[in-house]
C-alpha cells in the first residue's frame, strides 16, 4: 500500500487536490470498523449527490494486489450512495476520491475508524469494537482518548460495552423502535455489572419502565448491593448522588401511594374472597404479606425520623 501509481485512467482534478475515479474501481475495506449504514439514509444521501454533487471526497489508498484499483479508507456511506445512483442511471459513476498512503493493515483501520467515529450516525456499538481492537493492538487509554478526542471515561466506558451479551447488545440496535430501544448511556451503567442475569434483568426493567439514567445509576448499585455482584465503577464521572437516590425513593412512594388508593376504591374485597379454600389460602397469604409490607414502611419511617433528628441536631 506504500507506493501510489501513476493514474492513467483517471485525470486529477483542482490541481490535484481529488480524483474522480469510478466507483467499480474501489472496494471497501475488509476490515471497516463500521458495520451498521441506516438504508434511508443511505437513499436520502445518494438524492443529495445527484442533485448537488459530492461535496466531501472520499479517503481510498491503492490496492497492491489489483494494480489500478483502491480500497476505501473512510467514506463508504458516499461509496454506498453511489452503488445506488449507479443502479438508478445504469451506468458507471465517479466519485471524487483522495488517494492516501497507507503502510499496512494496522495503519489502515487506524485512520478508517478515526474517520468514522465521529460521524454522529455511526452506532455505539460499532465505536466500541473499533476502540477495543486498538486497545488490543496495544494503545493505552491515555493514547486512544488523545487520538480520537475524547475522554479517558468516555474510551473505558465504550470498550466495556463489548463484553455485553448479544441479546443486551441487540436491544441498542439502531433499527430497534425508540420505545423500546436501550441507549447507550444506559447500557454503559448496566455494564458495570459483572453478571450476565443481572444486566438482561436491569436492561428489561430499563426499557419497560422507560427509566432515566438516574434511576438506572441507582439501580445497578442496588442490584450489586442486595447480590454481591461485582461492579465496575471505572469510567464513572460522577457516583450515584444522594438527590438521585431520593428522587428515586419519592418516585417509588408515589407509585405505592396511587397503586394503593386504586386497589382500595377498585376492588370489591369480600367478592375477592369467597368460601373456596384456596382462596382463603390466598387471603392468608396476603395478609401475611401486606404485615410485612407495613412493618418494612414503619422501618422506613422510623429511618427518616432518625435521619430528621440527627440533622437537626447538627
Known sequence: MANIPALKSEQPQAAGDYYMIARDKIA????????????????????????????????????????????????????????????????????KAIVEIVTDAKEHFKKSFLENMHREDMWALDVAEGLKRMKTEGATYEELAKM????????????????????????????????????????????????????????????ERNLPIRDTKVLVMDRARKTGAAIDLEGREG??????????????????????????????FEQMYVTHSDDRAAADTHKATIDRIIRNLEKMRDAIDKARSWDQSL
Open 148 to 207: 480520537s478526542g475524547k475522554s479517558v471515561p468516555y474510551i473505558t466506558n465504550y470498550i466495556r460495552l463489548v463484553d455485553l451479551p448479544d441479546d443486551i447488545k441487540s436491544m441498542m440496535h439502531p433499527e430497534v423502535p425508540k420505545d423500546r430501544r436501550l441507549r447507550t448511556s444506559h447500557a454503559i451503567e448496566i455494564s458495570r455489572v459483572k453478571d450476565p442475569t443481572i444486566q438482561r434483568e436491569i436492561a428489561m426493567e430499563t426499557i
Open 239 to 268: 457516583l450515584v448522588s444522594r438527590r438521585d437516590n431520593g428522587r428515586l425513593f419519592s418516585s417509588f412512594l408515589g407509585r405505592a401511594d396511587k397503586q394503593t388508593l386504586s386497589y382500595l376504591q377498585h376492588t370489591d
Open 28 to 95: 471497501p475495506f475488509p476490515e471497516q470498523p463500521r458495520k451498521w449504514f441506516d438504508p434511508k439514509g443511505l437513499e436520502e444521501l445518494a438524492d443529495s449527490i445527484q442533485q448537488d454533487g459530492q461535496e466531501t471526497p472520499l479517503k481510498v489508498t491503492t490496492d497492491n494486489n489489483m494494480p489500478g484499483q483502491f480500497i476505501l479508507i473512510s467514506g463508504e456511506r458516499r461509496w454506498r450512495a453511489g452503488g445506488i445512483i449507479q443502479e438508478r442511471i445504469q451506468k458507471s459513476f465517479a466519485l
